[in-house]
């Protein structure tokens, strides 16, 4: 009995030791947010670049950056002598065949002279016909003769049936061919302005990518463009924080031209893909107050607040076990129990329900 008295006085004095060494708390009432980081930049609203339709060196740059441009007003110009001789000769074919389909062409006129001819010589020998048919009535005139008259009339009909056609097939052509040379002219027009390149609309330039002189490729970018007046913010969100955010959430914002200086903005815009180059998806967001010469392209770090609650029940995150449970003490005994998470912080863990003010938790292991 002697040794049992002891074994027992020696595990208490142990776990005494062990309980003294356990961390324990209490959940508090506190502030809490949840924010998800993105990088980004600075964007105009409707920013685009404008790019070049046709190879060309760069003859002429009409603006600066900084300029606000209108709608149709020439910015740049290519080099376009190519391009300028096979318009004028679209224009030269577009003439003479506009010539040739109207009514005074030479080939109508040739072929309207030949039915002229053709219809006199129907009218000739028709008489003659209609004369020999009444002296073979009465005899006067062999079968032969009168057979010849009529052979002479129906090669009449057939020739001057024949030109007609030809008169009509020829108009036809001369119309189609018109309208390829018309077809072909407005092409060369077409293709001629695509080395004049026009704003589209009111906008703003921004940058310009290249300089008199230089050779410019198809589809190659010459400046950027945009609103002249909106600068709005342009986000990247990894995969683990887009879930959570919502049109409408409040955005921190640290500017890399302003550091130490936090900006407020609303997230209006969340694109639906996911952008492999940069392994991120696209939100945009507009400033609630834009701050003052600031400059589209600006680097920035901002928090995307989705969650927050001022007067949250908390506890520390060590005390939250991997499948989301906590130790208590309830008299004297350590129990595990669910509880129900809110916003959960690097630090701090939000109860919903299962724990009380009272409630003493012991740090997990």
């Known amino acids: 009995m002697k040794q049992t008295a002891l074994y027992i006085s020696l595990l208490s004095i142990i776990i005494t ?12 009432i506190a502030p809490i947010t949840d924010a998800v980081f993105a990088s980004g930049h600075v964007e105009a609203a409707d920013q685009f670049t404008l790019a070049a339709f046709s190879d060309g060196f760069l003859q002429d740059t009409w603006i600066k950056e900084n300029d606000n441009v209108q709608a149709g007003q020439i910015l740049f110009t290519l080099d376009n002598t190519t391009s300028s001789i096979e318009q004028a000769a679209a224009a030269e074919n577009l003439r003479l065949a506009s010539q040739n389909a109207s009514d005074n062409s030479p080939t109508l006129m040739s072929l309207r002279a030949e039915l002229a001819n053709a219809q006199q010589k129907l009218q000739n020998d028709s008489v003659q016909y209609w004369r020999m048919k009444r002296l073979y009535e009465t005899n006067t005139v062999s079968a032969v003769e009168f057979e010849g008259a009529l052979l002479a009339y129906e090669n009449d009909k057939n020739t001057v049936q024949s030109i007609t056609e030809n008169i009509a097939s020829a108009k036809l052509t001369l119309q189609q061919d018109l309208i390829h040379s018309q077809s072909q002219y407005k092409t060369s027009v077409a293709g001629n302005n695509y080395f004049i390149l026009k704003s589209p609309g009111n906008h703003k330039i921004y940058r310009i990518e290249k300089n008199d002189g230089e050779l410019i490729r198809k589809g190659e970018a010459i400046a950027l463009l945009g609103h002249p007046d909106s600068l709005g913010i342009v986000l990247m969100v990894d995969e683990t924080g887009i879930t959570k955010v919502r049109t409408g959430h409040k955005v921190l914002i640290e500017l890399n031209t302003h550091p130490e200086q936090i900006y407020t903005g609303i997230i209006t815009t969340i694109y639906p893909y996911f952008d492999e180059e940069k392994q991120s998806y696209k939100v945009e967001a507009s400033f609630e107050k834009r701050p ?25 995150r060590a005390y939250l076990t991997a499948d989301k449970k906590v130790i208590i003490r309830r008299n004297l005994n350590a129990d595990t129990i669910a509880i129900k998470t809110g916003i959960i912080s690097t630090d701090w863990v939000e109860v919903k329900e299962g724990l009380t003010l009272q409630d003493e938790l012991i740090k997990a292991n």
């Open 292 to 316: 003052s010469n600031i400059i589209a392209g600006t680097l920035l770090q901002a928090n995307i607040i989705v969650a927050q609650d001022d007067q949250a029940m908390l506890i520390p």
């Open 17 to 28: 030791g062990c309980r003294n060494k356990t961390e324990t708390t209490s959940p508090v």
